[in-house]
């Protein structure tokens, strides 16, 4: 796809909110800065979890990224810190001890919104029936516990998309993608509620590299790009690793997937959670052979389109 095609798309998608919940993390803060950039998305909530690091790290990372983007009237709500029966296991071994990698932004002046994020996520699809895109980029413990609390929020999403999973492989075990692997009973709970779940895993966005072409081009976004982008896009690597060629934005996707699913070949597939294996918890058993389906499973990307996509959101972002 073109560049002036994917303009000419951009301009044909109709405005779409989002609740974004996620554990920000290198690639989450790379997709609310999709979100807050893309003109056509009206990001009406974040609400934060633990996962990539802990809860405490993850909401102070979402309020300051807020802040250094002016966010307007987006309350950012914190949620569960641990997962539904088992021990919490964060990764900061990839985004840094705090979470956000080499970038250090300012403390946040502001708290975060005095509601739980499991309520939040509940009133906003409440208010908005029918309206309101669900995206999950971290651990799915506030979506496990939502559901237990308001089933009906299984209906009152517009449509509910995750980055956790994969049909093939793993990145925290062989067998388990790290989203879904660090609360599996939580997933499994998710998948089960009886909504079609857009699964955004590993096969789709290790597909979204921030190769050193990317990179360069990230570099020419002035401000947003020195103090954000490329450090975000950028800070784990392998240099040791001869066919290392690029970070993945793997969250970025899942935002993208809401907006633009034309750039994405996807199958309709019957997923269940592994809870209980020794050497496969957290793995998302994928049947694409199955009668009846809970979830689509996106395969492949365009990846030209995705990019000048992401650039041209990233670009219109102006910084207070």
Known sequence: MVRAEVRALWHSVAMVKIL???DPGLDDALAILLAHGDPNI???AVTCVGGNVALANTTRNALQLGEYLGFENIPIAAGAGEPLVRAAEHASHVHGTE???SVSLPDPSTAAADIHAVDLIIETLRSQPGTVHLVATGPLTNIALALQKEPAIVEWAASFVIMGGSFTRGNTTPAAEFNIYADPEAAAVTFAAGWDVVMVGLDLTLQAIATPEV??????LGRLGDELVVPLSTFWN???NPEWNGQAVHD???VAYVTHPEFFSSRPAHVEVETAGEFTSGMTV???RADSHNATVPTRLDVDAFWEYVFESYARIQLP
């Open 215 to 220: 990179v360069d081009r990230m570099r020419l």
């Open 286 to 288: 994928v049947d694409f």
């Open 252 to 254: 970025v996707v899942a």
């Open 20 to 22: 974004l919940d996620c």
């Open 42 to 44: 009206e990001l009406v």
């Open 238 to 240: 392998d240099d040791k």
């Open 99 to 101: 979470g956000m990698g």
